[in-house]
């Protein structure tokens, strides 16, 4: 399936997934979220949330900042 | 920090209090003859040490100076800072994931823990409402929960001035979304009242642009900001050095936030030590209540009895 993944085009294959596209991506530890299509979608449903042909998802964190 | 106590307590006090502690009062005149200080005149420095703690959303802090986790050389020296600053509260900010790095790169939040400190994530780089909500709702979901933002809303990239019209609208919408916002705006009197009236927990007016370290260059729209203030009023950007630091609490603020003053500093620990000081010293001051100014002298020893 394509995605956008923080806006670039990804290809995720194995899985329909949040959870399997963050395994893909190694973004598994530490702290971050999720928004798809401009909603949070959160941590506890990552495994359930099915994704869809051109979601656009975006993956943040907390970086050095004033 | 500490949930909703009403003063100092005595051990986050003791540099203020050390005064009267004989094992740290050997720079202290009033300690100079050896001889055990006097009840009455260790109560008077008591009374006049004692201060309230900067409340924000319900929360007490002993510090009032927030900083920043920006523009380091690195997490530890942040750290470093963090812990010569004495400061409670850091501000981080929230961007993409870099994808395809290291995945076992260090992770900010894994150097400055949000069990130890305040963790207060910010919308820098934000040009309107909808972008600034966005941030602060995935930075709810970064942080479990937590409802505590500082929210920027830029206007230009030049200046970095707050689009405050953009503001008031991010803000209406995080407030009414449950967040307690500690807003960053422009020094002017009535948006910084409207802010408060939103239910903003916090205004932080501008001391002059972000990163510009010019100082605080409107003190005037600060104090009338104050006089009408019922929220913490905090000064946000424009620190250059500690006494810019030291003018703002003593015009009565209730605390000062900084970044570059302290992480472009030649020696950002020694600088973050500077601020502590600054800021607790122009406390005080404030607290103490200045003389009057005056155009000619006033002779400080009495003119009675001088040999002829």
Request: glycine content about 8%; hydrophobic content about 40%.
């Amino acid at each position: 399936m394509e995605l956008v993944v923080n806006g670039k085009q990804h290809q995720l294959e194995g899985g329909n997934t949040l959870a399997s596209l963050l395994q893909q991506l190694a973004v598994t530890e530490g702290r971050f979220a999720v928004e798809v299509n401009g909603e949070i979608v959160p941590k506890s449903q990552h495994h359930d949330y099915v994704l869809r042909d051109n979601d656009a998802v975006e993956i943040v964190r907390a970086i050095g900042g004033g | 920090m500490t949930m909703c106590c009403g003063t100092m307590t005595p051990s986050k006090s003791c540099a203020l209090l050390a005064v009267v502690e004989p094992s740290r009062a050997s720079n202290y005149s009033i300690r100079a003859t050896n001889h055990p200080v006097p009840i009455l005149q260790k109560n008077l420095i008591m009374n006049a040490m004692q201060d309230q703690a900067l409340r924000i959303a319900g929360v007490d802090y002993q510090s009032r100076l927030i900083i920043g986790s920006g523009k380091y050389k690195s997490f530890e020296e942040n750290l470093a800072a963090l812990e010569a600053s004495g400061a409670e509260m850091i501000t981080v900010a929230i961007r993409r994931v870099n994808l395809g790095q290291n995945p076992d790169e260090p992770n900010l939040l894994d150097v400055i823990s949000p069990e130890s400190y305040t963790i207060l994530p910010n919308t820098a780089g934000c040009y309107t409402a909808e972008d600034a909500v966005r941030t602060c709702r995935l930075a709810r979901e970064l942080l479990d929960g937590h409802k505590l933002v500082k929210l920027e809303v830029l206007g230009d990239q030049k200046t970095l001035y707050p689009n405050v019209t953009e503001t008031v609208v991010a803000a209406e919408q995080l407030v009414a979304d449950g967040f307690d916002v500690m807003v960053y705006t422009s020094d002017d009197p009535l948006i910084a009242k409207r802010l408060e009236e939103i239910g903003c927990v916090a205004v932080m007016p501008l001391g002059a642009p972000i990163g510009s370290g010019l100082g605080i260059r409107n003190p005037y729209n600060i104090r009338l900001i104050l006089e009408n203030a019922s929220v913490p009023i905090i000064v946000d950007a424009g620190v250059g050095t500690a006494s810019d630091a030291s003018i703002a609490m003593e015009l009565g603020c209730h605390g000062v936030l900084m970044n570059t003053a302290i992480a472009e500093a030649k020696q950002p620990v020694l600088m973050a030590s500077a601020m502590k000081k600054a800021v607790e010293s122009g406390r005080e001051a404030f607290l103490a209540g200045r003389m009057p100014r005056r155009l000619y002298a006033s002779a400080s020893s009495p003119l009675d009895g001088t040999i002829s």
